[in-house]
């Protein structure tokens, strides 16, 4: 395949790059350092929380690489803050509401200082950390209001497509309302996605979907999936994602970004 026009590489985090442990490869920063002698631009974009994605990187990497965290909500490079999309106020407490009456699933209030939970469950909390590392446990997410907040996430340990997603579906008319993982559903500003950040980013750079290639797995890649002419779904991904990428790649446990880095990088020798 021919690579000599990529100029910018986007992966999302969980369940591309990252393997099953949550864990970038050890083998990723000499890729990394690679690209960054061939001038492509790196990117990393997730649902995660700003700190949760610049933590999972090499400590001297992490000023350099621009993280869009919260599905396209936020973006920062190094200690540059380069937008930032907010959730309308008066949704913020009509979504919690509707996600209340709903069993078994637990809510978090995404905000940029930190992640607001009510509960205390021991399972949730644990499993919970791996994505959030800066949160603050209070009585009543209707009632936080010092921060600025990006989105509402939603969880459910068996399925938030099945569970969650018929309960807010009727939101998809004020706002981005997205199956964001097996587990998650994410409710957001109407701009708040991949796509919206990766085309202001692209922008900014100046560069175009032909120069772009992006990896994904998940219904919240799908819009970032669209800005690429090099678009892969992991072999892992969801149906959608493989229906909508041009190529695929193997599963992120098989370190699927890294195989197709490397045939970038060797065409460039």
């Known amino acids: 395949m021919d690579f000599s026009k990529v100029k910018l590489v986007v992966t999302d985090m969980d369940g591309t790059l990252l393997n099953s442990q949550s864990k970038v490869s050890e083998q990723f920063l000499g890729y990394y350092n690679q690209l960054k002698k061939l001038n492509i631009q790196f990117i990393a974009a997730s649902g995660r929380q700003y700190f949760s994605i610049v933590d999972r990187f090499d400590e001297s990497i992490q000023n350099e690489i621009t993280i869009v965290a919260e599905n396209g909500a936020f973006a920062k490079h190094g200690n540059k803050e380069l937008f930032t999309t907010s959730i309308p106020t008066e949704h913020i407490s009509k979504s919690i509401h509707i996600l209340r009456d ?7 209030l995404c905000g940029k200082k930190s992640a607001y939970i009510e509960t205390k469950d021991e399972a949730f909390v644990t499993m919970f950390q791996n994505y959030y590392s800066e949160y603050t446990i209070v009585e009543d997410l209707t009632k936080v209001t010092d921060d600025t907040f990006f989105k509402i996430a939603a969880f459910h340990f068996d399925c938030s497509e099945t569970h969650i997603y018929p309960a807010v579906e009727h939101l998809e008319n004020e706002l981005q309302v997205i199956v964001s993982g097996e587990q998650w559903l994410d409710i957001s500003h109407s701009n708040a996605n991949k796509g919206y950040a990766l085309n202001i980013l692209q922008n900014k750079l100046g560069i175009t979907k032909q120069e772009t290639m992006v990896f994904g797995d998940y219904n919240n890649d799908l ?15 969801h149906a959608n994602v493989k229906k909508a990428a041009k190529f695929q790649t193997k599963t992120n446990d098989e370190q699927g970004v890294e195989f197709i880095l490397e045939q970038l990088i060797n065409s460039r020798r």
């Not at 709903?102 to 978090?108: A, E, F, R, T, W």
Request: glycine share 0%; net charge negative; hydrophobic share 55%.
């Open 102 to 108: 709903l069993n078994n699933v637990y809510i978090v």
């Open 223 to 237: 819009k970032m999936i669209e800005l690429a002419d090099f678009s892969y779904a992991m072999e892992n991904a």
